[in-house]
């Protein structure tokens, strides 16, 4: 398993993969090559650029488990882990990716859909903004409601009454 990850949570991952008797990949690039996951692996595989570049780079890391010979791909948290892109790309490739579907992703990647889907299917949801909202509106919206927690939703803010 190639784990597209670094630090500690790759190296939580390695050990239970290792726990699952399977082999555990990381990649680094070369400025992350003295980083406590790459000791952690089993194998390790270079990756081209620096910094966290590198560690987004979809195209790299999918050529890396290939070339490790991997099925599979955990994400970890943070970099590409709810990046549908990088999901289908794992699954277009043959790997598994760790993780939710890349149409899973796409629909919560975004708040104000995953609210109407949510909303859809009968959960219960905290009084909030259908979408973005003006500061006049926010205002408005605390008036009536009270203390609000606000949200980004894809570059915009949403807001959720705090409970």
Known sequence: MLIS???EIAVRIA????????RAVAV????DAASGHVD???ETMALPGVGTAAHLDIDALIGAA????CSAVHRGYGFLSENAGFARGCRDA???FIGPSA???ELFGEKSAARDFAEQAGVPVLPGTAGPATVAETRSFAAEHGPVMLKAGA??????VRP
């Open 28 to 31: 680094y690039p070369a400025d």
């Open 5 to 7: 990850n670094l630090g």
């Open 94 to 96: 043959g790997l598994t």
């Open 103 to 105: 149409e899973v992703l």
């Open 15 to 22: 050990r239970a993969v290792r726990e699952l008797d399977m």
């Open 66 to 69: 290939r070339d490790a010979g």
């Open 155 to 160: 570059g915009a803010v949403c807001i959720t």
């Open 40 to 42: 952690a692996a089993d």
